[in-house]
């Protein structure tokens, strides 16, 4: 157990829906990243929120969203679902509180496995 | 210049033997080069790190090699088991905007022959 909750593990749903993934970082954790990773493909970067604000966008859709509350958690928001967009979601947090630290290294969770049909 | 280019993208080994994985990079702002290790199914997890300041870092039978003139570093598995099959990727981090981003590189499919 990395100590980076993901949840659901597992989703099906239809295209044109919308999904809400969502990622609790591991403890003390202030910087959470999503990354997609399709069928056999590297990790592409999403998004990054730090403390509640987003920092840095990668390749993320208009049609996906994310936001970091209070409490550190984060949800990405996946609408108007396409084919394309089935994939493995992962959420990776890091401390980022010495910006020298070798600690400042991500975490990942288990993912959220999206199928769309 | 944000690239990681790693090679090969897939690695067949016996048991035994040594595995090696490459990856190279343009961008000298980057400060950190982790590996992440990820079994199907699963989320890719830390295995080893090493910082451009030093050139070899050794933790069990995994060994980073660090190239810094050259830009390049790389991923030595000695005497490779069947369990070390999985996927693995290499990564570089640059600090921007009070935070840090992780570029990754497109991975390597290891297996290992029993």
């Known amino acids: 157990d990395s100590g980076v909750t993901q949840t659901p593990k597992h989703l099906i749903t239809a295209t044109g829906q919308r999904v809400t993934l969502r990622c609790s970082p591991r403890?003390?954790?202030?910087?959470v990243y999503w990354y997609q990773q399709s069928l056999d493909q590297g990790l592409q970067f999403l998004i990054q929120y730090y403390n509640g604000e987003e920092r840095a966008k990668g390749n993320i859709l208009e049609r996906f969203s994310a936001q970091q509350f209070p409490d550190l958690h984060s949800e990405l928001n996946l609408s108007s679902l396409e084919l394309g967009d089935s994939a493995l979601y992962f959420c990776a947090s890091s401390i980022h509180r010495d910006l020298n630290s070798g600690a400042n290294v991500l975490t990942f969770g288990a993912g959220s496995r999206l199928t769309v049909l | 210049q944000q690239q990681v280019k790693q090679s090969p993208q897939s690695l067949i080994v016996q048991k035994g033997g040594i595995s090696i994985i490459n990856c190279a990079y343009e961008n000298t702002a980057f400060d950190y080069f982790p590996w992440y290790q990820q079994f199907p199914g699963k989320g890719p997890a830390l295995l080893i790190a090493?910082?451009?300041?030093?050139s070899e870092k050794k933790e069990g039978r995994f060994t980073i090699s660090f190239n810094k003139s050259a830009k390049q570093f790389s991923l030595h598995i000695m005497d490779s088991q069947p369990g070390d099959s999985a996927t693995y990727f290499c990564?570089?981090?640059?600090?921007?905007?009070?935070?840090?981003?992780?570029?990754f590189g497109t991975g390597t499919r290891l297996k290992v022959l029993a």
């Open positions: 990564a570089a981090r640059y600090p921007t905007s009070g935070t840090y981003k992780y570029i």
């Open positions: 090493i910082r451009p300041d030093v």
């Open positions: 403890s003390g954790d202030l910087s």
